[in-house]
């Protein structure tokens, strides 16, 4: 009997160091998961209807890039996203023109400026019209409702279809004031269609039709026109031989913050850089030529 007292004593011990570290794991918090790294949070843009495609690609990319971020993009014309930006409607407002050009002094004065890139734009016309190319003085003429028929530019005889953005587009803004030199077009001459896609599908349905779009949606359904005998290049409107062209604006209210200030800065980054180009847009960096209003 007295043999056998070491081995209870043992057998006690290891009994009373098996509760107790049973009882220390029982009183041990779980480790917390490590906090989810890169922009969390959301973000709107509205405006532009030249800007949207590639704004729409940017915020698919970026939501890949960063599953805690959400960026919803949506239309309306430079106008409206210029208003929704500066009344707090929207955290970034998409425009083809500076913000100074459709908002009061004191609006745009409260906006920040980020051009993200360059977009040209072109003379189109429904691909059935014998014309391939304009001068600024036919442009004007055929705008203000001088020129009707498209036999008096070198075409068939054929009646002149005018397919116009609203007054808050800045496509159309920016195709007034580079291509008509600023001239007032004719009322109740034309036909509005609210988006750049409309314009397009209105073009290709629509015979002798003629109206103006961003190169990004220029394709086989449409014809682009040159304008005084020059072609709507990238190289022609880099080197400024091409004069249809704008920037393309993100305007936050005061400095972009939160979402919006990462998905900006990805839109002007190098990795984004390739996109833009194979989008039909021009980055900043090829520009040979500037534009301060």
Known sequence: MTKCKPFVIALILVLSLSVALVGCSSNTQPTPAPAASGPSGSATAVGSSALQPLAEKAAEMFMEKNKNAKVQVQGGGSGTGLTQVAQGGADIGNSDVFAAEKLPADQAGTLVDHKVCVVGFATVVNPEVKVDSLT??????????????????????????????????????????????????????????????????????????????????????????????????????????????????MYTKGEAKGVAKDFIEFIMSDAFKSTITQMGYIPNSEMKVTRDK
């Open 136 to 249: 600024g003085k036919q442009l004007i003429d055929i705008f203000t409702g001088k020129i009707t028929n498209w036999k008096d530019v070198g075409g068939q005889d054929l009646k002149i279809v005018i397919l116009n953005r609203p007054a808050s587009s800045g496509t159309r803004a920016t195709f007034k004031k580079y291509a008509l030199n600023g001239a007032e077009e004719a009322t109740g001459q034309a036909l509005t269609e609210d988006s750049s896609g409309a314009i397009k599908k209105a073009l290709s349905d629509t015979k002798g039709s003629i109206s103006y779009l961003a190169l990004s949606y220029v394709d086989n359904s449409v014809k682009a026109l040159k304008y005084d005998g020059v072609e709507a290049t990238v190289a022609n409107i880099t080197s400024g031989k091409y004069p249809i062209w704008s920037y393309e604006h």
